[in-house]
């Protein structure tokens, strides 16, 4: 394999942990690498291991393999050969099942659903098929995972109930179809503009069955889409045990395994959706590794793991001038305020490092922008949370400098099984 990164170590346990390196090249073309005993010397001069089992790490990517080998003697005028073929490192897919709700119900005499009537006041684009959402939504989570999550829908549900009330009111009445129309139907939805809206999470989840089919393992986690002003958060989380994921916990769940619930608003677009699945990992990452504390922090060497991917230019550069790491949901490598995807300033970033994750060597950074990203369907947004969400470890085995797993995808579908492996392996 063209350009993959061979490592040569004196242990396997210097190997394991990445240090100590006594010389690292990339393969050609041909996928050949070759090594000196000249080389040995000039790189390591105090290194006196010039013959005996070596220990190697091979990389690019998702390509792995760890293997020994034994060199001959360098003083004299001879070779070895050796082949190594690299395997798949990506972690086995985990299957999630999903329940899916559409609050979009038909409003008659019209015979046409919301998404059909209704523009926002001062716009004129059309809502979004939340049905054709939902399956796009699915395929790029699949997508830029790596395809290590496998997303199934298991039910949908074309809803009449809708779980939406009026912040202003004590007794929490569910808002009627015809209500909503109503309110949606106002010039500058004065109402739900000036009231608020809130959503009644234990109602929805009670009503379909959700928490009962949570805790048989029928589905893992719940996706809604619903209306503008629908009142949801765009994620939550109920459960023994249940942690902020963008929002409160839930305090009286109905169901003791963790259920996640997107809510996802089809006013918005595809890359709205996976900003909301984005703040989701975020939320979860933090419950892993702790909460971001760049301030507080003078040396590169006191980052989480966590602290130093989610580090762009304006949080990096008092660790290393003029670098970045990957980014958060809002700012990309060279943001420099929220939202700033379409940045066409470069910065030297360690983008590739987490594509061989976990060998973050640290040498490697290269210059991006926005064309990194892209702007498919004529979205820097779209680009980049595709981008940041494709750059988030997914890969089999544990760190062992933190001792977390290489999945992080799998803390986010099916945290508490993650927490059980990280312990056990």
Request: net charge negative; aromatic share 14%; glycine share 6%.
């Given at each position: 394999m063209e350009g993959a990164t061979v490592e040569?170590?004196?242990?396997?346990?210097?190997?394991?942990?990445?240090?100590?390196?006594?010389?690292?090249k990339k393969t050609d073309a041909k996928g050949i690498v070759r090594f000196t005993g000249n080389e040995f010397n000039k790189n390591n001069q105090t290194f006196e291991k010039i013959n005996g089992v070596y220990y190697l790490n091979v990389f690019k990517h998702n390509m792995r393999?760890?293997?020994?080998?034994?060199?001959?003697?360098?003083?004299?005028d001879k070779k070895t050969d050796q082949s190594i073929y690299l395997e798949n490192a990506n972690a086995e897919t985990i299957t999630v099942k999903v329940a899916v709700v559409y609050e979009n119900p038909v409003l008659l005499p019209q015979n046409k659903r919301l998404h059909e009537l209704f523009i926002t006041p001062g716009y004129s684009f059309k809502w979004n098929d939340p049905v054709e959402l939902s399956q796009n939504?699915?395929?790029?989570?699949e997508e830029v995972s790596g395809y290590t999550i496998d997303y199934q829908i298991v039910k949908e549900i074309d809803a009449g109930q809708l779980f939406t009330y009026l912040k202003n009111d004590p007794e929490k009445r569910l808002l009627s179809v015809d209500e909503v129309a109503k309110y949606l139907g106002e010039e500058n939805w004065e109402t739900f503009k000036e009231i608020g809206t809130s959503y009644d999470y234990n109602a929805m989840v009670a009503h379909y069955g959700f928490d009962k089919m949570r805790d048989k393992g029928e589905i893992h986690e719940v996706w809604?889409?619903?209306?503008?002003?629908?009142?949801?958060?765009?994620?939550?989380?109920?459960?023994?045990?249940?942690f902020w994921i963008n929002s409160p916990p839930n305090e009286n769940p109905t169901c003791t395994e963790l259920l996640s619930i997107m809510g996802l608003n089809y006013e918005r677009d595809?890359?709205?959706?996976?900003?909301?699945y984005g703040h989701?990992?975020?939320?979860?990452?933090?419950q892993v590794y702790g909460w971001w504390n760049y301030d507080n922090k003078t040396s590169l060497s006191q980052l989480s793991t966590w602290e130093k991917y989610s580090a762009y230019g304006l949080r990096y550069d008092k660790f290393e001038k003029g670098k970045a790491q990957i980014g958060n949901v809002h700012f990309p490598p060279n943001g420099q305020q929220d939202y700033d995807f379409g940045n066409e300033?470069?910065?030297?970033?360690?983008?590739?490092?987490?594509?061989?994750y976990?060998?973050?060597?640290?040498?490697?950074?290269?210059?991006?922008?926005?064309?990194?990203?892209?702007?498919?369907?004529?979205?820097?947004?779209l680009g980049w949370m595709k981008y940041y969400l494709s750059h988030m470890p997914r890969y089999k085995g544990i760190n062992p400098n933190d001792g977390k797993l290489n999945n992080w995808w799998h803390y986010v579908v099916d945290y508490n099984n993650a927490i059980k492996k990280q312990t056990l392996d």
């Open positions: 040569i170590y004196s242990s396997a346990e210097d190997r394991d942990h990445g240090r100590n390196i006594i010389i690292s393999q760890q293997a020994e080998t034994e060199f001959l003697d360098f003083t004299k939504y699915e395929k790029t989570l809604v889409w619903t209306f503008p002003y629908g009142g949801m958060w765009e994620s939550h989380m109920m459960g023994k045990d249940a595809l890359a709205c959706a996976l900003e909301s989701r990992f975020e939320s979860t990452m933090m300033t470069y910065i030297l970033s360690y983008v590739d490092d987490w594509l061989n976990p060998y973050l060597r640290g040498n490697e950074a290269r210059s991006v922008n926005r064309t990194e990203w892209g702007n498919p369907q004529g979205s820097w947004q």
